[in-house]
Structure formats: structure tokens, C-alpha cells
């Protein structure tokens, strides 16, 4: 069982329509084998990422974009589940702070950028910034920028600013170690619908939907015309976008899963070299003969 991994990389050199893609996609997988290639695919990540912290050399960067109900948090606890929790973290952006938007736009989440040895995933990121503002340009207005003071002055200029910064940034992080994996899960407008529904149906999870979230639904076309922009102009070599089919969270998982072991399987990585046999038979000695 396998995916074709090319139909989900974006080549940083064409220019993607989104509505080209099939959010329904499974490779080869069904239900049943995807989740057997899941448990199998939590072990190497578990394995590998030892090694990854132990090597010290490189940090991990996930970032998650998607719409409303696409399934991020379900991919980081059923793809990152396994591993151990002192080499991984999580951090869900929200809305921005007082204190927050004191700064510039990439400021928080600098803070949050994982050293050496470290996975950081990012939940939503500083995408938001060309996302959400671009479908709201009047929050652009809340950021206080000089001579950004009215939203005609939130322009087609302004925008490739704003790409060209996060792409400077991405470019920084990468050649100070940090490697970059980016997703965009893919879901339907349909399959929203039918996952918002099951919210509103299953008590448990009606803390999970939110008023604000169907508001936001009705501008599903300038958050997809939005996120296409987002991946032509920020996909990179060093950072390219993968478009996750989102519509069955079984394929998305492994897809995701496989993509990060992938890349952290390329690091060329390795345990550091422990002290000199002799040192080793020594400490051993002394052990055994308390």
C-alpha cells in the first residue's frame, strides 16, 4: 500500500489551482490498511525521533494550515501520539494579544521556534497573516503598521511584502537549522458541512463548534482563493507546501505521518559517539564490582 507523494508536494516553480486537487484522494489505502500503516508509521516516527533529539542538530518545524473542521488537532494526536512528549510541543495560535500585536506580525512566533533536537508544531502560524487578513484586511488595520492607516493602502503591494517577509524568515530559520514541513489539509466544502453537522449531533462535541465558525464559512471562496495565494507564493525549495487530501482523516493521518518521517529520514542522522570502549569496560568494572 503507498500514496504518490508528488501528487501532494507542490512544486515551488507552477502555480497551483486548488480546485484541481481531490480532497477525496487515498492512494492505494483504504480505511483498514491506513490505519494498520498508521501504527506502523508511530513506531518509526518514535524511532527516528529519538535519534533526531539525541543528534542534536537539527530543529523540526510543522506547520498546519487549513480551514475550520479539516482535522488538525485529530493529525498531531493520532501522527505525533507515539512520540516522546520531551521532545515535542504544540502551540495553538489564536488571536493575537494586546501585547502581541505591540510587535510585528512574525514576533510570537519566533518566541515559540524549537532549538536543537526539538519538534515544534504549529497550529495555524503566521500564515493567519495572509489568510484570515486577507479575507478580513480591516484586522490589517489593528496591527498598527506606519502608514498602513487605511484599506486602500491594504493593497496587491502590501501582500507581496508580506509574502516576500515570511518567505525571508523561513529562509533564516532554515539556514540556522531548523528544517520546515509545511501542510495544508484540504477539505471539502461538503465534507465541512457534514463534520460541522456531526458537532451540532454528538454532545461531546458541541464545545468543538462555534457560531463564528459558520460565519466564516459563508466567505469559503476568499479563504480558498486566499490559501491558493498563500502556497504560489510562499512554496520554496527549502519550505515547500504538501496539499493534504482532507476529507477522510484516515488517509490525511498517514499522508502526513509519512511525509514527516520522510523528511526527518533524509536529515542523515545519527547517535552521537558514545565515550571510548575502554572508559566504557571501565565504568562497567566499577559497577558490577560495588
Known sequence: MDFDINKLLVNP??????????????????????????????????????????DDTYSLLIILQASDAAGKDGAIRHVLG????????????????????????????????????????????????????????????????????????????????RYKRINDFENHIYHSGTRIIKFFLNISKEEQKNRFIARLDTPEKNWKFSTGDLKERKYWNKYRKAFEEMINATGTDIAPWHIIPADNKWFSRIAIGKIIYQTMKEMDLSYPKA?????????????ISE
Open 275 to 287: 565515550e571510548s570502549q575502554e572508559l566504557l569496560d571501565e565504568a562497567r568494572k566499577q559497577l
Open 13 to 54: 516553480e507552477t502555480k497551483i489551482n486548488l480546485e484541481s486537487y481531490d480532497t477525496g484522494y487515498t492512494g492505494d489505502y483504504n480505511k483498514k490498511s491506513a490505519k494498520n500503516a498508521l501504527k506502523e508509521n508511530t513506531k518509526e516516527l518514535r524511532e527516528i525521533q529519538e535519534m533526531f533529539y539525541a
Open 82 to 161: 507515539g512520540i516522546n512528549p520531551q521532545g515535542c510541543r504544540v502551540h495553538s495560535f489564536k488571536s493575537p494579544s494586546k501585547n502581541e500585536l505591540e510587535h510585528d506580525f512574525i514576533w510570537r512566533h519566533y518566541q515559540a521556534l524549537p532549538e536543537r533536537g526539538m519538534i515544534e508544531i504549529f497550529n495555524r502560524s503566521y500564515y493567519e497573516n495572509v489568510l484570515v487578513t486577507k479575507v478580513h484586511p480591516d484586522y490589517i488595520l489593528g496591527e498598527r503598521i506606519p502608514d498602513i492607516d487605511t484599506l486602500k493602502k491594504v493593497n496587491d503591494e502590501f501582500w507581496t511584502n
